[in-house]
């Protein structure tokens, strides 16, 4: 009691045409907007999207970045709340849909790609390899040090051991995932999505597993698996269904879908296609659906 007595009392004060009144005392959290994001969008989320949506609307922007699953596991356990969640795969907004799941996701928008590629650190004794070997050849290097995601908790993890199950059947080399990978859950391999380009970039791995976003955007030398391989990020976004600032989260989601937010997405490598709604349409606020449809490509 006594602390909202004082929270009223020491109120910020805010001169509108002169007249000086009392802001409400939770004005900055009404105007912030919470956005929960894949961890692979770290650099793109905090240095591009985020400042220029604040630059264009006022508002703040307050980021959070994890596998998408983990994400998905926190809302659902109701040990995280946010206003917009981006996921790196459809499938984690279906685990969030439909009233056995909670209800947090009635619809999502497919709105960006990235392919999954090996990247390596160029300071690394193996970076010479990745010239002028088959990247498969060199993860089995005695002593090269390997990062990925876990793949229950992180989409890309999941789409890593099954680029490698079918790199295994491709080049004929049934022990490949046991040689390259390990475990499925590798403690020596395996580490939080949003940790895992500081550890590479750090000198602490010699190789990784890492979305095309996240090696164009930060310069790391990349191989691009083969075209029979290729498994690839599909990002959406959505508004949860109890996010506290409905407002600020339809104009976070207006601003990415717009056609500067889709200039930045291209500028941090991320391919943008023509965005796709799933679930119920009539769920979506009517503004997002004038921007899709206006800067469709």
């Known amino acids: 009691m006594i602390r909202k007595l004082l929270a009223s009392l020491v109120a910020p004060l805010v001169v509108v045409t002169g007249i000086v009144t009392a802001a409400p005392a939770f004005a900055d959290d009404s105007n912030t907007v919470n956005v929960l994001y894949a961890g692979s969008l770290v650099n793109l989320m905090e240095r591009s999207i985020g400042p220029a ?16 699953n983990k994400i998905a596991n926190e809302i659902k356990g109701k040990l995280r709340r946010g206003d917009v969640f981006i996921s790196a795969s459809p499938k984690v907004n279906a685990s969030l849909m439909g009233e056995a799941n909670g209800d947090h996701v009635t619809w999502y928008v497919n709105f960006a790609e990235s392919p ?13 390899q990745f010239k002028s070997k088959r990247w498969d050849q060199v993860l089995q290097e005695p002593g090269i040090r390997i990062g990925r995601t876990d793949p229950k908790l992180d989409p890309k993890g999941a789409f890593t051991v099954e680029m490698v199950t079918k790199a295994a059947e491709l080049y004929h080399q049934p022990d490949l995932v046991e040689k390259t990978l390990g475990a ?3 403690p020596a391999q395996v580490l939080p999505e949003e940790t895992l380009v500081g550890r590479l970039q750090s000198g602490q791995l010699d190789a990784g597993f890492f979305y095309s976003t996240e090696t164009s955007d ?7 698996p083969a075209p029979e391989l290729q498994a690839k990020a599909s990002y959406t976004l959505t508004i949860l269904t109890d996010a506290p600032n409905r407002n600020g989260a339809s104009s976070f989601v207006d601003f990415l879908l717009s056609e500067k937010g889709r200039a930045l997405l ?10 796709t709604v799933s679930g119920n349409v009539q769920a979506m606020p009517p503004s997002v659906q004038a921007v899709i449809d206006a800067n469709a490509p």
């Open 53 to 68: 949506f604040e630059k264009a609307t006022g508002q703040q922007f307050r980021g959070y970045a994890a596998g998408s």
């Open 184 to 186: 499925a859950e590798n």
């Open 266 to 275: 291209k500028q941090h490598g991320v391919d943008v296609v023509k965005p």
């Open 116 to 128: 999954l590629m090996i990247g390596y650190n160029p300071q690394s004794k193996f970076a010479a």
């Open 218 to 224: 930060l310069k790391i030398p990349a191989i691009r």
